[in-house]
């Protein structure tokens, strides 16, 4: 089968051998890949990628640089054959999803960042039978590939403990970023404040339920949110004398979605006194920040990682049933020869926000 292979920190197009389902395994055919973010991350920074891995694994095998790995876990598949010890649940032909991981006899292992597990970036693929979900309502395959991205967002909104009266500021509105803006609109909480420098993306959060956008290069978003959240006089007459000494401001939801060195600090130093800072982009460098203007300012920070299965299954469904729409979010579709000018181009977002891989085009 043909696949595009990250070999000597490149990405190139060649063949590998069909992978071969094991126990409790299903082949299956690689329709939609979405280009993820952290595949550009893992292409410029494998080695520091294998280094945290190795420290944090558990035993679990970090990627072997010296070995072809696959990229790609935003995936919608078709099915082809079943290996053994399997139900046989869904009949060849069903499209599925599944999250990033494979059930094996020595343990979980994931599916994209592996030496031994292809990715999506490949013509055909191993998935464990029972984290297959069929893809309901007709959605299209280029959409249903949609879902692990929208499961990111969806988790980190679940991750920051939303209480109701928080105006949410969202740091960068790359495909993570509009994620969360999709997962606060879910939640009914407005006004959604976000920023990002690229008209582009600014245009796509407000289809995706931004309520203010912002161009940090001409306006400062704090300074921005600030005026989004104001107090009302009833939430003032209410507040403590002490209380009352502060800022009439109402609680801050802050969501970094940029994930470089330097951004956390400038939040830090912008938001305001209890904000709740919830860092959902990933930053692959060593970075740096000023703990005293956290403590000083009693900030909360949460970080994120990923979702739950229950929140990957309600993610399907959301875009199923068009209570998130995905189209806009996808600005390009290549082949396996594609990948290599598509991980390039995906350096400029006024070009793209999400650029999908169909191995069969």
């Known amino acids: 089968m043909r696949a595009a292979i990250f070999r000597d920190g490149q990405i190139v197009a060649d063949t590998l051998p069909d992978p071969v389902p094991a126990a409790g395994q299903v082949l299956v055919k690689t329709l939609a890949c979405g280009i993820c973010g952290s595949d550009l991350h893992a292409r410029k920074h494998a080695h ?64 994209g960042y592996s030496n031994d597990n292809v990715g999506g970036y490949a013509e055909r693929m191993l998935l464990s039978e029972a984290l297959m979900l069929e893809v309901p309502n007709g959605l299209p395959a280029e959409h249903a590939a949609l879902t692990e991205p929208l499961a990111v967002g969806i988790h980190a909104v ?23 803006i999709a997962g606060l609109k879910l939640k009914g909480l407005h006004p959604i404040v976000a920023a990002d420098y690229s008209p582009a993306r600014r245009a796509l959060a407000e289809k995706m339920g931004a309520d203010v956008v912002i161009d940090p ?25 002490m209380q009352a000494l502060l800022p009439a401001l109402k609680p801050a939801l802050v969501f970094e979605c940029v994930g470089v060195p330097g951004v956390i600090q400038q939040i ?92 069969w085009r």
């Open 217 to 241: 290069a001409k306006v400062l978003p704090f300074k921005t949110w600030a005026e989004h959240a104001q107090m009302t006089p009833e939430q003032k007459a209410a507040r403590s004398p």
């Open 48 to 111: 520091r990628m294998v280094e945290l891995s190795r420290h944090l694994s558990n035993g679990r095998r970090p990627m072997d640089l010296s070995r072809d790995v696959v990229f790609g876990h935003e995936f919608c598949c078709e099915v082809i054959d079943y290996g053994p010890s399997t139900q046989r649940k869904f009949k060849p032909g069903t499209r599925v999803c599944s999250v990033p991981g494979l059930l094996t006899a020595t343990g979980p292992q994931s599916i």
């Open 268 to 359: 830090f130093e912008g938001a305001p006194r209890d904000a709740r800072i919830v860092v959902v982009g990933v930053c692959m460098e060593t970075d740096r920040s000023e703990p005293m203007l956290g403590i000083m300012k009693e900030l909360n920070v949460q970080y994120v990682l990923g979702y739950t299965p229950a929140e990957f299954a309600s993610s399907l469904h959301l875009l199923a049933e068009g209570k998130v729409e995905a189209a806009p979010l996808i600005t390009g579709k290549v082949g396996i020869d594609g990948v290599a000018q598509a991980f390039t181009d995906l350096g400029n977002p006024e070009r793209h926000t999400k650029i999908l891989v169909e191995p």
């Open 158 to 180: 679940a991750k920051a403990n939303v209480q109701g009266n928080e105006v949410p500021l969202v740091i960068g509105c790359g495909p993570v970023g509009l994620a969360v």
